[in-house]
């Protein structure tokens, strides 16, 4: 049996379970081994996810289950995305209790997020059918390593996404996730094609993504295909799990990223895991402060339906 859900595809005989952890041929179909198990569940600022032009200000119910798509060695969340789903303690929580959950804490949407929520399709797909009728948002976090067709399925259901653009490179891909990236690129043009609020996240890591003419070329890539209102957080890369060698991302090299995309036509650029300017939204029209954001809090918002107060110029986003 071919898992068709992610670009791993992986072949299972009965019994086995896919790259994964998440599915299993079970008596010749197959299995979701995480379906309405989260073992993480909180209750975010948006900002944290990161999404900076979807509803700022307010909280997200935010899930996720145990696998990923990827094995990425630098992963923040890796205790429970590269654990099985038996090896982490996990909630019942059905899709119909997510969304009653996100309504009784006020939240105005649901994020599938943390791990990889590629591989909890089935529960995210159910649980924003059901979010949806309730007038609950559906966003998610992903790393973008899935198949069109069923990305397709979800962007109907999908009001926002965040992408981990993790380098522009192969080499990169290859090497540091054990992945690919054409299909991440693939997956950043449908849903772009398919409507849903895009916004992108870089990890700048020391001496593995952090070349600016690499960054100027993902940042054109994006200009070019996207279009230049979408936003791209470049964050700051602490040591974790298998890349605890590496230093800290300097803070100058976050703003020379900063400098080099908005350089390349991107009008939306932000920095992220550190104190700075570059957290905050400023007009692309008379350049005066939009959103002042401090770590994850927002300390003013000078935005009126959807545009500056100032001059207003229209800030894409999603505003209410």
Partial sequence: ??????????????????????????????????????????????????????????SAFSIATAGCV??????????????????TDTYDLPPEKVVSQAIAY?????????????????????????????????????CGYINEKPLRKLSKYMDAAD???KAFSE???SRI???????????????????????ITNLVIPTLN?????????????????GSDVPIHFSRF??????????????????????TAMDAGLKFVYIGNTRHEGESTFCPGCGKLLIERIGYFVKQNNTTNGGCRFCNTAIPGVWS
């Fill in 1 to 58: 049996m071919q898992c068709e859900l992610c670009p791993n595809e992986c072949i299972l005989e009965e019994g086995r379970h896919s790259r994964c952890r998440a599915r299993m041929n079970k008596g010749g179909k197959l299995f979701s081994l995480v379906y309405g198990k989260p073992c993480a569940v909180n209750v975010d600022p948006i900002e944290k996810k990161p999404f900076f032009h979807f509803l700022p200000g307010t």
């Fill in 177 to 199: 996730c054990n992945g690919s990236l054409k299909p991440v690129l693939k997956a950043l043009t449908v849903l772009k094609d398919e409507g849903v609020w895009l916004e």
């Fill in 210 to 226: 952090d070349d600016m003419k690499e960054i100027r070329e993902m940042s054109r890539w994006i200009v070019k295909n996207l």
């Fill in 163 to 165: 992408i981990d653009l």
């Fill in 106 to 142: 006020n939240c105005r949407s649901v994020t599938y997020t943390y791990t990889e929520p590629t591989v909890f399709y089935e529960y995210m797909y159910d649980t924003a059918v059901i979010a949806e009728k309730r007038g609950v948002r559906n966003t998610m976090h992903s």
């Fill in 171 to 173: 080499d990169f891909y």
């Fill in 70 to 87: 990827l094995s990425c060695k630098f992963c923040q969340n890796w205790q429970i995305s590269q654990a099985s789903p038996s090896e």
């Fill in 238 to 259: 602490h040591p974790h799990y298998k890349l605890k060698n590496l230093p800290p991302t300097p803070v100058d090299t976050l703003t020379d990223a900063r400098r």
